[in-house]
C-alpha cells in the first residue's frame, strides 16, 4: 500500500535511506553519501505532505517525495517539454535494495504519474547522477526523455509527459 507518510515513518525511512546510500556505493552510484538523504530531509518533506511510502507487510520497502515544481536549477537548462510550473518533481526516491526488480520501483512510479494526472499536470520531472546507470535505465523504461545536463547540481535532467 502506498500512502502519505508521517513523522512515526521517519525512523524507518531512514534506515532504508541508509541501506540505499550504502548499496549504491557497493554499485559505485556517487550520487549519495551519508549525509543526503537523511530524516532531516525527509521530515521537511512529511511537513510538505509531500513524502509518499510504499508499505509490504508492514516494511517500508520504497519511498518517493513529489512536489510541484520549484527547482531553481531546472530553470538553467532549455528543451523542457512543458512549461515551467507545469510539472510535478520526484525527489529522494528510493527502494529497499532487497526488494530491486520486484516492481516496487515501477509501482511507486505509476502512484507518481496518477498523483500528477489527479493535480492537472502536464509532466513528471526527475534528476539522477550521471553515474546512475540503475536510475537511468528505469526512466527510460518508464518513458522519460533525457533532457539535458543540470550543471549547478551534476545531474541528469528527464521528463515525461504524462499524454505518452
Known sequence: MIRLA????????????????????TANIPQ???????????????????????????RI?????????????????TGWLTNHGESLVIHRAIVDPNRERSGVASTL???????AR???????KIDTHHDNYKMRNFLRKHGFRHIGYLAVIDREAYERLLED
Open 6 to 25: 508521517t513523522i512515526t515513518d521517519l525512523d524507518r525511512v531512514d534506515a532504508l535511506a541508509v541501506r540505499v546510500i550504502e548499496h549504491m556505493a
Open 32 to 58: 549519495w553519501t551519508l549525509a543526503y538523504p537523511r530524516k532531516q530531509h525527509y521530515r521537511n518533506d512529511v511537513r510538505k505532505k509531500a513524502l509518499f511510502v510504499y508499505e509490504q507487510d508492514g
Open 61 to 77: 520497502v520504497g519511498a518517493f517525495t513529489i512536489l510541484p515544481e520549484q527547482d531553481p536549477p531546472y530553470e538553467t537548462i
Open 109 to 115: 512510479m505509476n502512484h507518481a504519474f496518477a498523483l
Open 118 to 124: 489527479q493535480g492537472g499536470f502536464k509532466s513528471i
